[in-house]
């Protein structure tokens, strides 16, 4: 299977008369109304926010009713500034614009003169009054540090009321996992990265599963959603790629899974081996400025993020299954007493349950060849197995940003995921072993 996405996400904002929204999947947006201590409002006043990370800075005036709007900043944490001449300067830090947020920041000016100011420490906001969504939003740490079986950093979705894990199997035909939530069918759910679907055509299921350290963030959505999620009604999740900032970061890391570690199954017996369960999930990810001596220094501009993670898993499940007897295949199925078997042609039943030689398909006699024998009595649970159960999977996620002045903002994102799955079945035919290549790219220019 093969599933390939491309998009450009563009949007150009025009602030004249009044105030211009376009519809993204990724929008933010800082606003806030500027009064003095009289609650008059004071328009003309100078509106400066600076990301903490990248050292991105976003410009505004308040317009004249004292109200200001910086839309598509990049989600991080910001320190705002705000001036006005025969007022004090004020600075809050600490504002934390995350996904799809609107963050309301009001400032309240005291006179006095510019070389006079006020720093103020940002607090969460009790209730979002600027729009009506229903999300909730996973921040990088929890990302990093709350436990994640397979290290999926959708399956945080599930720490959202309301959301649970869909029926979907990871090794199905098509092979992912989807979500259930805000009182809709499985089938109503939307997964994305960067804004930009990351679904199988044929059903609303995801095989994507980026790294963990390369997601800054995981929005959960259930409900009143803007209209650019018009697709589905119910769960949306988007996962947000992480990008550099000044200074460099990066991991190196490997889990491991053994069944050497575990303890022996309590109704395994005594004479059969545990079943072999061996997992490496092992990778890096770097990020931070592109710098290099004497010729570039990307600080404040240039950004980079690069990763990659691999996935051996070899596993081995016993399962107990039905199957045909020797007999069986002969016609002879007079050990099946529960019913009368009856000829479809004639409608009449046959004695003893025995089909006569002549009226058996010879397609059915060869097949018996490729199918195995009953290891255990009785003509019900006949047959116990050990059946490999194997994944194996190489990814990466890279991401450039550039800030062009402090108006025009740039970044691409590319990611590609290569998976081949090994799922063995007691019905020779039922058994599947199949490759999924994904790739997924994003172009976003943003000019204001």
């Known amino acids: 299977?093969?599933?390939?996405?491309?998009?450009?996400?563009?949007?150009?904002?025009?602030?004249?008369m009044g105030v211009a929204y376009a519809q993204l999947a990724t929008t933010t947006a800082l606003v806030g109304t500027v009064t003095d201590t009289s609650g008059q409002t004071v328009p003309g006043t100078k509106i400066t926010a600076v990301n903490q990370g990248t050292?991105?800075?976003?410009?505004?005036?308040?317009?004249?009713?004292?109200?200001?709007?910086?839309?598509?900043?990049?989600?991080?944490?910001?320190?705002?500034?705000v001036e006005k001449s025969g007022f004090q300067k004020v600075e809050k830090t600490g504002v934390i614009?995350?996904?799809?947020?609107?963050?309301?920041?009001?400032?309240?000016?005291?006179?006095?003169?510019?070389?006079?100011?006020?720093?103020?420490?940002?607090e969460a906001p009790v209730l979002k009054t600027d729009d009506a969504s229903i999300?909730?939003?996973?921040?990088?740490?929890?990302?990093?540090?709350?436990?994640?079986?397979?290290?999926?950093?959708?399956?945080l979705a599930l720490t959202t009321p309301t959301v649970i894990q869909g029926l979907k199997a990871s090794n199905g035909v098509p092979p992912g996992e989807d979500f259930i939530g805000?009182?809709?069918?499985?089938?109503?759910?939307?997964?994305?990265?960067?804004?930009?679907?990351?679904?199988?055509?044929?059903?609303?299921?995801?095989?994507?599963?980026?790294?963990?350290?390369?997601?800054?963030?995981?929005?959960?959505?259930?409900?009143t959603y803007s209209a650019q999620y018009g697709a589905y009604m119910g769960v949306h999740i988007n996962m947000i790629t992480k990008s550099g900032t000044n200074a460099l970061h990066g991991s190196v890391l490997e889990f491991v899974r053994n069944d050497?570690?575990?303890?022996?199954?309590?109704?395994?017996?005594?004479?059969?081996h545990k079943p072999p369960l061996r997992q490496n999930q092992f990778g890096f990810e770097l990020d931070g400025p592109i710098v290099i001596p004497k010729l570039y220094n990307g600080r404040n501009r240039t950004f980079f993020m690069g990763s990659y993670e691999g996935l051996r898993q070899i596993r081995e499940t016993t399962s107990l299954a039905t199957i045909m007897t020797p007999q069986m295949f002969t016609g002879d199925f007079s050990q099946f007493t529960a019913k009368q078997i009856v000829n479809p042609a004639t409608g009449q039943t046959f004695t003893g349950n025995i089909i006569p030689p002549s009226q058996l398909s010879q397609y059915?006699?060869?097949?018996?060849?490729?199918?195995?024998?009953?290891?255990?009595?009785?003509?019900?649970?006949?047959?116990?197995?050990?059946?490999?159960?194997?994944?194996?999977?190489?990814?990466?996620?890279?991401?450039?940003?550039?800030?062009?002045?402090?108006?025009?903002?740039?970044f691409f994102r590319y990611?590609?995921?290569?998976?081949?799955?090994?799922?063995?079945a007691v019905n020779p035919t039922s058994a599947t072993n199949g490759p999924v290549y994904l790739s997924n790219y994003d172009i976003g220019y943003t000019q204001t």
């Open 97 to 122: 614009v995350e996904n799809n947020q609107t963050v309301r920041n009001d400032i309240i000016l005291a006179v006095g003169s510019l070389s006079q100011s006020v720093t103020i420490a940002a």
């Open 260 to 272: 050497v570690f575990d303890g022996r199954p309590y109704f395994l017996p005594a004479t059969q």
């Open 364 to 410: 059915t006699v060869q097949l018996q060849k490729y199918y195995p024998k009953p290891n255990l009595p009785g003509i019900t649970n006949n047959y116990s197995a050990v059946l490999p159960n194997n994944v194996n999977t190489d990814q990466t996620v890279d991401r450039l940003d550039q800030n062009l002045g402090d108006k025009t903002r740039l």
């Open 415 to 424: 990611q590609r995921q290569q998976e081949t799955i090994l799922v063995g």
């Open 55 to 81: 050292g991105d800075t976003y410009n505004a005036t308040t317009n004249d009713q004292g109200y200001y709007n910086i839309q598509f900043v990049h989600v991080g944490t910001y320190n705002l500034s």
């Open 182 to 223: 805000a009182g809709t069918r499985e089938i109503q759910n939307e997964m994305s990265l960067d804004g930009i679907s990351i679904m199988n055509n044929l059903i609303t299921t995801t095989p994507s599963r980026p790294m963990v350290e390369a997601v800054q963030e995981v929005q959960i959505q259930t409900g």
């Open 1 to 16: 299977m093969k599933m390939i996405r491309f998009s450009i996400a563009g949007c150009t904002v025009l602030l004249l």
């Open 135 to 155: 999300s909730e939003n996973i921040t990088t740490r929890e990302v990093n540090e709350l436990p994640l079986n397979g290290r999926d950093a959708m399956r």
